[in-house]
């Protein structure tokens, strides 16, 4: 069942994203090599606790830390650790929060030092179709239109989209309905209903779209050991138009990168 959001209540979903949102600006200048997943990890825990809020991930489904942190060929889920991020890697860092009794919750690829350009062109791909995606997020649209969208544009590009983890409806839990695949039909699915808020994150792999899982029950990798990258948006439907919760505005202001990507979603300002 989709639980729309009242207004109130989607402002107050807009601080629990800008709780991550910001914690993931504060984590992007610290990602260079030498710095270990674990360390980023604590840095981040005691940035949310700082700002009013709970790490979302840490204890849901008994999730070990704060952020899910999946180096090069992890897709999702990885345990942050000890093994220091070295020149050349990807690093997808997916953050949860809980403020006021909502959850935040997005991620963005990292590259650590001067990354391989067919792996640049993949960050830079999913970023891409997240936009593609966010934009058929509106009223008279469907779940499988904002699939359709995303899986068209990377697969276009030779890219495999994973089929097994999916976005998803947010609030009051982290997963609500409904399920927001990276792959669809066109015209199928749920229908879009005003006030719905989004976790749109497409988790797209530079080969093969075949997953495998490793013996800690978390971490989710490529089959064939290739570059995944995950960019995800909160995105609340209001006026029967996508509008962003989230921004990586914070990351783009710490590493100096200009963009207008996020305008024509951004949020309006209510009387
Ligand atoms: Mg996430
Ligand atoms: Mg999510």
Known sequence: MIIPKSREEIELMRESALVVSK???????EIKPGVTTLQLDKMAEEFIRDHGAEPGFLGLYDFPNSLCMSPNAQVVHGIPNKTPLKE??????????IKNGFYGDHAYTFEVGEVAPEVKKLLEVTKES???GIREFKAGNRVGDVGYAIQKYTEDHGYGVVRELVGHGLGKTMHEDPEMPNYGRRGKGKKFVEGMVVAIEPMINLGTKRIKQLPDGWTILTADNKPSAHFEHDVALVDGKPELLSTFKYIYESLNIKTKEE????????D
């Open 130 to 132: 997240l936009y593609v």
């Open 263 to 270: 305008d024509e979603f951004r949020a309006k300002v209510y």
């Open 88 to 97: 050349g890697d990807i690093i997808s860092i997916d953050c949860g929060a």
């Open 23 to 29: 914690t993931l600006g504060m984590l992007a200048p």
